[in-house]
């Protein structure tokens, strides 16, 4: 089953723009993972950010996470057309398992 | 350092034959899923291995998929027989594993193998 939800399912932004995608999620969790999907380089992992973390940067990337709403943000700064691709949060409940439970995705495209 | 490896990329069977796709997870990982990806939809853990152990299984349909990892390297998925519903990107991931701290938790995914069922 899909823990998390993205939102939206798909935007369009120019070039040098920011993009901000949300994920909602269901149950309690250990830490939430942001991956990107295209079709040159698969499935990556972006970012991680912990149950008691509410912000982290990377880069351009920003995410931060409200557990009381158990909802989290992804923000890319000044945005390249290499950043279009499918954007995936993960959720986690931690321990040996680490499963990862993902949503449905944002499309982004981001035009010249 | 290498990444995962996956075989094949794609394949096109029928309807009630079989398949297995191979994964080779980063060397020194202790732990490799294998997830369904089906169009339009996020990846879905089917199977988790812990060296050559079982983590977890629960979304795994048993009555046709199989997977082992027989010793602790890497490990082949089974498709027996398969249905059309099956078509999706499986994919391999494998991470560090062994609580070795948050590094532990970052999954890195290999490039997938492409299955349609006609």
């Known amino acids: 089953s899909q823990q998390g939800e993205e939102d939206p399912q798909a935007l369009s932004i120019q070039e040098g723009e920011n993009a901000t995608m949300n994920c909602s999620y269901k149950?309690?969790?250990?830490?939430l993972q942001w991956y990107r999907q295209n079709s040159g380089r698969g499935l990556v992992h972006l970012i991680l950010?912990?149950?008691?973390?509410r912000e982290k940067h990377s880069g351009r990337l920003r995410v931060t996470l409200d557990t009381s709403k158990k909802s989290s943000s992804l923000l890319i700064t000044a945005s390249r057309a290499a950043d279009t691709a499918s954007y995936f949060c993960?959720?986690?409940?931690?321990?040996?398992?680490?499963?990862?439970?993902f949503g449905t995705g944002t499309q982004l495209k981001v035009e010249l | 350092e290498a990444g995962v490896a996956q075989s094949p990329r794609y394949k096109i069977i029928e309807k009630r034959q079989s398949v297995a796709f191979w994964c080779n997870p980063i060397?020194?990982?202790?732990?490799l899923y294998w997830y369904q990806q089906i169009l339009g939809q996020g990846p879905k853990l089917l199977i988790q291995?812990?060296?050559?152990?079982?983590?977890?299984d629960s979304q795994l349909p048993k009555d046709r998929f199989s997977a082992e990892r027989l010793k602790g390297v890497d490990s082949t998925l089974k498709i027996q027989p398969a249905k059309l519903e099956d078509s999706a990107v499986y994919l391999c991931?494998?991470?560090?594993?062994?609580?070795?701290?948050?590094?532990?938790?970052?999954?890195?995914f290999g490039p997938g193998t492409r299955l349609t069922v006609t």
């Open positions: 993960a959720t986690s409940r931690g321990g040996g398992g680490n499963k990862l439970t």
């Open positions: 149950t309690s969790i250990n830490n």
């Open positions: 950010i912990r149950s008691n973390e």
């Open positions: 060397s020194g990982h202790a732990t």
């Open positions: 291995f812990q060296n050559n152990g079982v983590v977890d």
């Open positions: 991931a494998s991470s560090r594993g062994g609580g070795a701290g948050i590094l532990s938790y970052e999954q890195y």
